[in-house]
């Protein structure tokens, strides 16, 4: 019998998430939802940081998916113009109705206490309704952020999938220095990398049956090794030659060529700097180190 529990894909931005669960997404059996920040907005709310009353909580509550829902189907997003995706850089089924209503439901069960069920359910219900209007049984929901909540995911989905993925960190600083939202020096970039995997890492050597590491860079290489490594985990039938096609002969195209900017981007400094922060993280997956 086919696998069904919960997928979440999640790590450092720019590290390839929205291309994973794009590929992930075109399994026939494997719903992708994207950018989902919404969730970690909630978590935010009440399970961290000081607790809200209940009355303003279910208030923000409802300013959250108010305003989060009011632009679907078609959320903004920060891709460019190259960064071409067969379901596009935002894919949510679910609509606006659907999610308000829901989240009335989400409401009357916080007021009777149900803090961590009736967040369960509601994600559970939205999801649930993707999958329904996709035709298929089974999601994979990607939001970097959710490298942060990982046990907080796995209270809540006790059978939950984390892939984590993984980008060699001085093509991540290249890519978010450029970013309005990023960090905007060596040092920083790295701290900014460090710490965000490093909740991948220690998740993983705590649950290694429920986190699989995956590279971006092997998704690039090496598609279908990949993609058969992340599907056999995942336990569902191998990489389709259908598949493949979308990123190999399509207008999606898989560019190894941005494997190793880093290299010419660097300086001798900016190389020190990196590895001075980071250079165990990129020795824990492989990646070449520079030190001297």
């Known amino acids: ?21 794009d590929m992930i997404g075109l399994h026939p059996r494997i719903s992708p939802i994207y950018e989902t920040d919404f969730v ?31 632009p679907l189907p078609l959320r903004p997003h920060n891709k460019r113009e190259h960064e071409r995706y067969h ?16 989240t009335i439901t989400f409401a009357s069960a916080l007021k009777r206490g149900e803090v961590e069920a009736g967040f369960r359910d509601f994600l559970t219900a939205l999801f649930a309704e993707h999958c329904r209007l996709d ?27 984390f892939v984590h993925c ?10 978010v220095m450029t970013r309005p939202w990023g960090p905007k020096t060596v040092p920083e970039a790295a701290t900014w990398w460090a710490t965000k995997v490093q909740d991948g890492v220690t998740f993983a050597e705590q649950n290694p049956d ?17 993609l058969d490594r992340v599907f056999c985990w995942l336990g569902e039938p191998a990489c389709s030659d259908e598949i493949l096609r979308h990123y190999q002969d399509g207008v999606v195209r898989l560019e190894p060529d941005r494997i190793g900017e880093w290299d010419r981007r660097f300086s001798p400094t900016d190389r020190e700097e990196f590895d001075e922060v980071a250079g165990q993280l990129l020795d824990h997956f492989g990646y070449r180190c520079t030190r001297g």
């Open 87 to 102: 379901h596009g850089p935002h894919h949510i089924l679910f609509d606006r109705s659907f999610a308000l209503d829901r």
């Open 1 to 21: 019998m086919s696998d069904s529990s919960p997928i979440f894909i999640g790590g450092a931005g720019r590290s390839g998430t929205t291309l994973v669960v």
């Open 40 to 70: 970690i907005q909630l978590i935010d709310l009440l399970f961290t940081g000081k607790q809200l009353p209940l009355q303003k909580f279910v208030a923000s509550l409802t300013h959250c998916m108010d305003e989060w829902t009011r």
């Open 210 to 226: 429920q986190c699989l590491e995956v590279r971006f860079e092997d998704f690039l290489l090496e598609p279908r090794k990949t």
């Open 135 to 161: 035709g298929k049984p089974r999601w994979a929901n990607k939001t970097p952020a959710y490298v942060h909540h990982l046990p907080l995911l796995q209270k809540l989905f006790p059978a939950m999938r």
């Open 166 to 175: 993984i980008r060699d960190g001085r093509d991540v600083a290249c890519s």
